[in-house]
């Protein structure tokens, strides 16, 4: 086998390894989201769920866009099975969260991380308050909204820290074929 051909196949392999990931952490979100710790808020169709920390932890472990097709690809799914009109924004909003976030460390639960779970929290909470606006109007969207993400975000956001916390302890790599 010649030296290109086994870099190739070097390639190959890590990417089929990041693709496998991207599906295994959509399919977690979508299930995190749609049917785990699942509650309906509001009269306008949505929801608080803890699917934004298997996004969290997508885009601490995978390569950038990676981490937001899981996003986007599980957020979107989750929305079709529950509540459909909000599915266009989710795909939106849920790649737009994995921006802050960096997969270049050694581990999950760094100081970016942390702060990019704040940021995160920004992005979410101006999405949906925007999505709701033009739905529903702006002065309604202002509380509904706005609060729910306070609850959804917060609640993912230390599950991120715990679940990422103990990764970080037993050794996961956070190099999915970088």
Known sequence: MS????????KTADTVKRITATAVMAALTTLMTAYIFHIPVGVNGGYVHLGDTMIYLAAAFL??????AAGAIGGGLADLLTAPVWAPATIIIKMLICLPFSSKGTKLVTKRNVVALLLAFAISATGYYIAEGIMFGFTASFFTSVSGSIVQSGGSAIMFVIIGTALDKIGFKTNIAK
């Open 63 to 68: 390569p950038l866009p990676y981490a937001c």
């Open 3 to 10: 030296e290109l051909t086994a870099k190739e196949n070097i």
